[in-house]
Structure formats: structure tokens, C-alpha cells
């Protein structure tokens, strides 16, 4: 009975769990760039359960006099794995800043290990010069000139050099060249994640590499893309299936918590009446 509590309060903390993700998700639902988690569950690796006391090895083969029946298999619940970001491409709209750049992909290869589909990013530098990626294109000009997150991280060109301009005043071609006052100041880096579960997460709209910098997009053959400025990239959160996802993970909740009502009931029972001297 003792397994019972367990299995169910894995399912509630698994659960809820989902719900944090989710609620996460809805509240991001209008942050440029933002990319939805999607939970991967799974079920705890199943036991084979052999009577008290046996000495030989658990197998599933017949009886006979050296080789004991098992009881059984049993369950032990289930857990949240990982979250996985959705790199979905997320609608364009028009802002008409000249700050602000959308990331719109193109051609992306799909890598042949993971079948998942390649992603592509801005490349930024942190307050402690390393390098991160993002798909939020709200970009400013710092006090500096410097082009920036709102974070104030810097953006990179293709070269990995912060960029600098002199106005607001600039135009951004669609393959990612600055132009300003007629004369080509830089191109914006754009790096490729062939495999983008390879990205992680690290807040405020940026992802770190786990295996090293990225390859840069610019001039590879197979990945093509459009930069399109006073345009931003929107979330890819699909709010009425957030909320209908997060209703359903109340309820399983919910039902593992009557579950885990329910076994505590039969215990108390089994503690203080059955076990009772008369």
C-alpha cells in the first residue's frame, strides 16, 4: 500500500510541474521571440518483484525446483523528464521601429540524428562577455551607439564585434547588412543549431550551447533566412491549447490527490481499527 502513495504523489508532482511550464508559457505569450517549453513524462523504470527471501536471480521463466515464480511487475509512477523548447517559427508583426528585426526562417536543414529541424538565432554577448543566442529582435542603441537587447547585451555581426552606429537612422537589408548614411557598416551574425536540442535555456529570452559556439549562418548554402526590420517575431505560444493543456493537468492532479486521500484513509483504518486489541 506504501507503493500507492508513492506512485501518486509522483503523479502530482509531475503534474505540477506541467502546470509551472504552462503558466510559464501563457505568461510569455507576448514576449517577442519566445519559444513555448513542451514537457516530455515519463513513467519510473518498472520492477519485477520476487517473493521474500528467495536466493536465486528474478526471472520470468517457468517453475521449477532451483527456479522460484515471480510475484510480478509493478509500477512506480511517473516524472517530468526535460522540458523541450518548440522552435516552431512564430508570427511576423510590423512595429515600425528601426530598432526592432525579425528573424524569419527559411531553408533549415533537418539533422539526420534527431530528425528535428535545424533553428536559428541572433548572437549576443552577455554582461561577462559570453556568447548567447536569442530570437527576440527588440533590439536598442545603448548610451553608446551600441546595438543591444533591453537587457543591454550586445548584438554581434558576423565578424563576433558589437555593433555600433551612429543614428537611429540605419537600414537593415534582408540578407542582415547594415546600411547607414549610404555606407555598409556590418553584417548581423546568425547562428545555425543543426541539432537545437543541443540549446539551452537560460531566461530572459537567451539560449546557451552546450557543445561550443554555434556555426554561423551567414554564407552557408544549405540554411537560407530573412532579416526584416521594424518587424518582431512573436511568440509561438498557442494560448487557448495552453489553457485547455492546463486544465487537464488540474484534473490528473486532482485525481492523484484522491488517490493518495483515499490510501490515507485505508491506512488509518488499517492502524487504528483493524490493528485494534478488543
Excluded: C, W
Excluded at 504523489?9 to 521571440?33: D, F, H, K, S, Y
Excluded at 536543414?109 to 554577448?125: N, R, S, Y
Amino acid at each position: 500500500m506504501l507503493r500507492g502513495f508513492y506512485t501518486a504523489a509522483a503523479g502530482m508532482l509531475a503534474e505540477q510541474r506541467r502546470v509551472e511550464m504552462l503558466t510559464n508559457n501563457i505568461a510569455n505569450a507576448n514576449t517577442p521571440g519566445y519559444k513555448a517549453d513542451e514537457a516530455a513524462l515519463r513513467s519510473f523504470p518498472e520492477l519485477l518483484l520476487s517473493r521474500l527471501g528467495e536466493t536465486t536471480i528474478p526471472t520470468k521463466e517457468p517453475r521449477s525446483f532451483f527456479t522460484r515464480a515471480t510475484i510480478g511487475s509493478i509500477h512506480t509512477g511517473a516524472y517530468m523528464q526535460e522540458l523541450i523548447p518548440n522552435f516552431l517559427q512564430g508570427d511576423v508583426k510590423e512595429t515600425g521601429q528601426p530598432t526592432d528585426i525579425a528573424l524569419v526562417d527559411g531553408t533549415v536543414p533537418v539533422d539526420a540524428e534527431t530528425g528535428a529541424k535545424g533553428a536559428l538565432f541572433f548572437v549576443v554577448q552577455n554582461g561577462n562577455g559570453d556568447t548567447r543566442y536569442t530570437r527576440n529582435g527588440n533590439f536598442t542603441r545603448d548610451a553608446e551607439g551600441y546595438l543591444t537587447t533591453n537587457e543591454g547585451f550586445y548584438v554581434l555581426d558576423e565578424n563576433n564585434e558589437r555593433i555600433r552606429l551612429n543614428s537611429a537612422d540605419f537600414t537593415v537589408t534582408p540578407d542582415g547588412t547594415i546600411i547607414e548614411n549610404n555606407t555598409r557598416i556590418t553584417r548581423l551574425n546568425v547562428a545555425f543549431a543543426a541539432n537545437p536540442n543541443a540549446v539551452v535555456k537560460e531566461g530572459n529570452g537567451l539560449f546557451r550551447s552546450e557543445n561550443g559556439l554555434l556555426p554561423s549562418a551567414v554564407g552557408n548554402p544549405n540554411v537560407t533566412y530573412e532579416l526584416k526590420q521594424r518587424f518582431l517575431e512573436r511568440s509561438n505560444v498557442d494560448v487557448a491549447r495552453s489553457m485547455t493543456d492546463m486544465l487537464s493537468a488540474y484534473r490528473a492532479f486532482e485525481a492523484n490527490q484522491k488517490i493518495l486521500q483515499a490510501y490515507d484513509r485505508s491506512m488509518d483504518k488499517a492502524v487504528n481499527e483493524i490493528g485494534r486489541l478488543k
